[in-house]
Antibody
Framework: VQLVQSGAEVKKPGESLKISCEAS????????IGWVRQMPGKGLEWMGT????????RYSPSFQGQVAMSVDKATETAYLQWRTLKASDTAVYFC???????????WGQGTLVTVPS | QLTQSPSFLSASVGDRVTITCRAS??????LAWYQQIPGTAPKLLIY???TLQRGVPSRFSGSGSGTDFTLTINDLQPEDFATYYC??????????FGQGTRLDTK
C-alpha cells in the first residue's frame, strides 16, 4: 500500500487550491480515505473521510463547507480542495486510508500548504 | 472527545511509560494509537484498543475499553521518543484524535 501526495504549495490568501493523494497497492474503491490537518507545532485534526466507491463523504463540523473532498477512480487519486484560502489554512495535510480496522492503517507523506498573511 | 494524559512526559532509555486516553462517552474498544516522529507522517501502532499493528515491536501494548484506555511502552528505546495520539472512529466513520502526548528524553 502506498499513498503519494502532491508537493508543497505556497499560495496567496483568496486563491484556490487542490492537493492530491495517489493510491496504489490495494482496492482503491473499497476503502475509506481520510484527510488530517496538522497546523504548525500542533496536533492531528480529522477533517473528513470519503468512500471512493460512491464518493460518500463524512466531514468534521470544523471543516464542513471550508474544504471539499473528491476522488478520481480512474487514476485512483483522492483530492482535497479549497475555493478560498486563508492564512489559517497553513498546515501539513495528510491523507490516510482505512483498510483492516477502524483506524488509518497507511498514511501519505503529507503536503505542506503555506498561505502567508 | 478524547483526552490524553499527560501532555508531556520525560523518560529515559529502558524505562516503562504509560499514556492514558479517556473518552467522553463509551466507545467499546474502537480506539487506535499512533506514533509521530517530527517531520514524518503518523504511524499506526495499535488498533481495536489492544491489537498490535503488523511490524510494531512487542514492547508496545494497549489496553482498555469503554472510556479508559492506556498505551504502555516497555523498555523504551531511543527511537520511541516521539508524540503519541489516540484516535476513535465512530460507527459512521467520524474520527476524533486526542491532543497528543509528547515523550521526551530525560
Amino acid at each position: 500500500v502506498q499513498l503519494v501526495q502532491s508537493g508543497a504549495e505556497v499560495k496567496k490568501p483568496g486563491e484556490s487550491l487542490k492537493i492530491s493523494c495517489e493510491a496504489s497497492g490495494y482496492s482503491f474503491s473499497n476503502h475509506w480515505i481520510g484527510w488530517v490537518r496538522q497546523m504548525p507545532g500542533k496536533g492531528l485534526e480529522w477533517m473528513g473521510t470519503i468512500y471512493p466507491g460512491d464518493s460518500e463523504t463524512r466531514y468534521s463540523p470544523s471543516f464542513q463547507g471550508q474544504v471539499a473532498m473528491s476522488v478520481d477512480k480512474a487514476t485512483e487519486t483522492a483530492y482535497l480542495q479549497w475555493r478560498t484560502l486563508k492564512a489559517s489554512d497553513t498546515a501539513v495535510y495528510f491523507c490516510a486510508v482505512k483498510i483492516a480496522a477502524r483506524a488509518f492503517d497507511y498514511w501519505g507523506q503529507g503536503t505542506l500548504v503555506t498561505v502567508p498573511s | 472527545q478524547l483526552t490524553q494524559s499527560p501532555s508531556f512526559l520525560s523518560a529515559s532509555v529502558g524505562d516503562r511509560v504509560t499514556i492514558t486516553c479517556r473518552a467522553s462517552q463509551g466507545i467499546g474498544t474502537f480506539l487506535a494509537w499512533y506514533q509521530q516522529i517530527p517531520g514524518t507522517a503518523p504511524k499506526l501502532l495499535i488498533y481495536a484498543a489492544s491489537t498490535l499493528q503488523r511490524g510494531v515491536p512487542s514492547r508496545f501494548s494497549g489496553s482498555g475499553s469503554g472510556t479508559d484506555f492506556t498505551l504502555t511502552i516497555n523498555d523504551l528505546q531511543p527511537e520511541d521518543f516521539a508524540t503519541y495520539y489516540c484516535q476513535h472512529f465512530s460507527s459512521n466513520l467520524r474520527g476524533t484524535f486526542g491532543q497528543g502526548t509528547r515523550l521526551d528524553t530525560k
